[in-house]
């Protein structure tokens, strides 16, 4: 089974200061690890992902992502945050298998950015 | 726009009525994932379907019920609506079965009234 914690619920910086997202994951097999935003009525658009291959993962937006085995963790962080970045922020993990695939949500970080 | 069309984009119904949501998936892509995101439950998996067939199935209710049909697009129907069905219901789509990149559509709010 695989299952996804997002340690913060709200987390709130002002423009132009570092953004931090914590994630940490569980799974049985070596997982795929993603993560989402999705701005207020919108969608879920794709930030990164993490499929084995290099564990600093960048993505849109400036947003990136680090993979650490030893610690079960795939945080997100940004160096200077903008006013669009207030969204919900998920991360998720993907299993394999031979049948197909599902994506396993977090709970969500809802991030708001102050002026 | 991602390429992955939702229809209708918002839904109010009573309940124990029926209804029907449409996904049309990006073209290219062969899978389709139903997902549900509710205040109290999360985004969880429903199904996934690919090229018509059912590839693995998650907490979809016996009331909900899907199919892939031959030009790829999906429907998910659920019946005998509940409050607790109001939600917003995304599909997403992938070129493989075990694909790692899914693209979401943005969704179908459900209304139970």
């Known amino acids: 089974a695989q299952s996804v914690t997002q340690l913060d619920s709200h987390v709130s910086v002002s423009e132009g200061t570092p953004v931090l997202l914590r994630c940490n994951y569980s799974?049985?097999?070596?997982?795929?690890l993603f993560w989402y935003v999705q701005h207020p009525n919108k969608g879920l658009q794709l930030l990164l992902k993490?499929?084995?291959?290099?564990?600093l993962v960048k993505g849109i937006n400036g947003f990136e992502a680090e993979f650490k085995k030893s610690e079960t963790s795939f945080h997100l962080t940004k160096p200077s945050a903008h006013m669009s970045d207030a969204a919900e922020y998920f991360c998720?993990?993907?299993?394999?298998?031979?049948?197909?695939?599902?994506?396993?949500f977090g709970g969500g970080t809802r991030v708001l950015v102050k002026p | 726009d991602s390429g992955v069309t939702q229809t209708p984009k918002h839904l109010i119904t009573a309940t124990g009525q029926r209804v029907t949501l449409r996904c049309s998936p990006r073209?290219?892509?062969?899978?389709v994932y139903w997902y549900q995101q509710s205040l109290d439950q999360g985004l969880q998996f429903l199904i996934q379907?690919?090229?018509?067939?059912?590839?693995a199935k998650g907490n979809i209710l016996e009331r909900f019920s899907a199919q892939q049909f031959p030009d790829l697009h999906s429907e998910l129907n659920l019946s005998s609506l509940e409050l607790g069905d109001s939600a917003l219901y995304f599909c997403?789509?992938?070129?493989?079965?075990?694909?790692?990149?899914?693209?979401f559509g943005s969704g179908t709010r459900l209304t139970v009234v």
């Open positions: 997403a789509s992938s070129v493989a079965a075990q694909g790692v990149g899914y693209t």
């Open positions: 799974s049985s097999y070596s997982p795929s």
């Open positions: 993490y499929t084995s291959a290099a564990t």
């Open positions: 998720v993990v993907s299993v394999l298998k031979a049948a197909g695939n599902k994506l396993t």
């Open positions: 073209s290219g892509d062969l899978s």
């Open positions: 379907y690919y090229n018509g067939e059912e590839r």
